[in-house]
């Protein structure tokens, strides 16, 4: 967690720290021609609420979700915008839709796809936060103004090191 004693922010809409990000890879994955993939954009960080919580507005094409995992130290809330989610947490499988929120506690492995056929959007609340870091090392700065690109080996390669690295070997 931040040491810093938080002040008050305004992160104007367009704001913050802009990143695609790769989901769970097809299997048959192939460079140039792999989903599209996925925009965050932390509006909250650790570092600008003293560590209490990231926000991060999430879009997502269809079909796209994180592989399943679970967060060792952070609760996850989401809240839908646009479109419906599944989620498999905890035993239950759900759909979320515009409106929805759904809170998965620490510890608890989870999966969330977009399975609508347009893009979906979400906020999704960490706390406490730090999650944008991780997200900023698995993912690619976004380019203002610029469509997602597709995701290639390179990036679930480096997605795959990371996460590696933060939560230890897939199981």
Known sequence: MSSNKPEVTHIPAGGGIALWVPEEPPADLVDGEGPVMSSYTFAATADLTGGSLSLVDTVVPPGNGPPNHAHADEDESFFVLEGSFEVRAGG???????????????????????????????????????????????????????????????????AAEVAEAHYGPRH
């Open 92 to 158: 239950k499988t759900f759909v979320i839709d515009k409106g929805d929120y759904a809170f998965i506690p620490r510890g608890t492995e989870h999966i969330w796809k977009n399975i609508g056929s347009e893009t979906a959007r979400m906020i999704r609340i960490y706390t406490p936060g730090g999650m944008e870091r991780f997200f900023s090392a698995i993912g690619r700065q976004a380019v203002p103004g610029e469509p997602a690109p597709r995701l290639t080996t390179e990036d679930v390669k480096r």
